[in-house]
């Protein structure tokens, strides 16, 4: 499975952003699609995931309400859409994926497969 994530960039605080990542080399049906992030010194932190066959969603605390996760499966891709952007959003975002569905999503050690990571910074 390769993972390529991409829609990173520079933002005003209020503003918003849309992260993809195209998943390709395997059948997805079952797997786990998970956004995490990671700020300078700090550790890798979840922020959402999804199933690719549908049914199941899950968002950190701290973007519930601002940050939605979506799949266009004919794609192969899941999306992240980030609105009301914080500075402390600012990280560089990851997705991954996870051959089966886990309610351990959130934890990064899950996860198999790993795109290169997107920028994202949010100005005050």
């Known amino acids: 499975v390769q993972l390529q994530a991409s829609g990173g960039g520079l933002v005003q605080a209020g503003g918003y952003l849309r992260l993809s990542c195209v998943a390709s080399?395997?059948?997805?049906?079952?797997?786990?699609l998970g956004w995490f992030r990671q700020a300078p010194g700090k550790e890798r932190e979840f922020v959402a995931a999804?199933?690719?066959?549908?049914?199941?969603?899950a968002y950190a605390d701290s973007v519930k309400g601002r940050f939605t996760i979506s799949r266009d499966n004919a794609k192969n891709t899941v999306y992240l859409q980030m609105n009301s952007l914080k500075p402390e959003d600012t990280s560089v975002y990851y997705c991954?994926?996870?051959?089966?569905?886990?309610?351990?999503?959130?934890?990064?050690?899950?996860?198999?497969?790993w795109g290169q990571g997107t920028e994202v910074t949010v100005s005050s």
């Open positions: 991954a994926d996870r051959i089966r569905w886990t309610l351990n999503y959130g934890r990064a050690s899950e996860y198999d497969y």
């Open positions: 999804t199933r690719w066959g549908g049914g199941r969603l």
């Open positions: 080399g395997g059948t997805f049906t079952d797997h786990a």
